[in-house]
């Protein structure tokens, strides 16, 4: 099993592009969710799906956030326009019926 | 609000010593729990769940529920300098994962 895959891994933009992350879950998970880690708050859940759904949502910091789950084996999380103080590490995490949940690699963001 | 604490250390113990660490949370209708160790740069990594009251047992680690008192605990026996890396607790709320700040431990050689 390849676990959950992530691109791209490292990130570096201007303030103002937007920014778009990619998920690709384990194959039968039916639950996906991203988090954001940065040195001050932790881990931070900002959305999760559940059989594609998006069913809460309420972690996402402002409407520059948004984030899609359009077939079983993808999502992506974008961020249009980027702030300096989005430059945080970006996980997406799976699991089966609220079980174990698996990690990704993660996408290390630099917004300058 | 569900919250999960933990005492973000470091938690310094000799090598070949017994590493304990805590976590609380604040939601008596939590079910499942979790413990991710993370090394540094690295991806949050599983390597206990527990469900009922009492103890389980995998390798060196075991890990302690007790939901009278609310708390959750992960034993390490013989730790090793390859341990030293952050454990962050984790308690499902319905569907939603909530991560305690990690406590990060430092095995010595």
């Known amino acids: 099993d390849a676990g959950v895959i992530q691109s791209p891994r490292h990130e570096v933009t201007e303030m103002g592009q937007e920014v778009t992350l990619r998920c690709k879950p384990i194959?039968?998970?039916?639950?996906l969710f991203w988090y954001r880690q940065t040195m001050m708050r932790g881990l931070e859940l900002l959305i999760y799906f559940n059989n594609n759904v998006p069913i809460d949502d309420s972690g996402m910091p402002e409407d520059r956030f948004s984030a899609k789950m359009p077939n079983a084996s993808f999502s992506t999380l974008k961020i249009q326009p980027s702030e300096p103080r989005d430059s945080a590490v970006y996980f997406c995490?799976?699991?089966?019926?609220?079980?174990?949940?698996?990690f990704g690699p993660g996408t290390r963001l630099t917004v300058t | 609000q569900k919250e999960v604490e933990q005492n973000s250390g470091p938690l310094s113990v000799p090598e070949g010593a017994i590493a304990s660490l805590n976590c609380t949370y604040s939601?008596?209708?939590?079910?499942?729990f979790f413990w991710y160790r993370q090394y540094s740069g690295k991806s949050p990594e599983l390597i206990m769940s527990?469900?009922?009251?009492g103890d389980k047992e995998d390798g060196r680690f075991t890990a302690q529920l007790n939901k009278a008192s609310q708390y959750v605990s992960l034993l390490i026996r013989d730790s090793q300098p390859s341990d030293s890396a952050t454990y962050l607790c984790?308690?499902?709320?319905?569907?939603?994962?909530?991560f305690g700040p990690g406590t990060r431990l430092s095995v010595l050689p």
């Open positions: 939601d008596r209708v939590s079910q499942s």
């Open positions: 527990i469900y009922s009251n």
């Open positions: 984790a308690v499902l709320y319905g569907q939603n994962f909530v």
């Open positions: 194959s039968g998970h039916n639950s």
């Open positions: 995490a799976s699991t089966l019926s609220s079980h174990e949940q698996y």
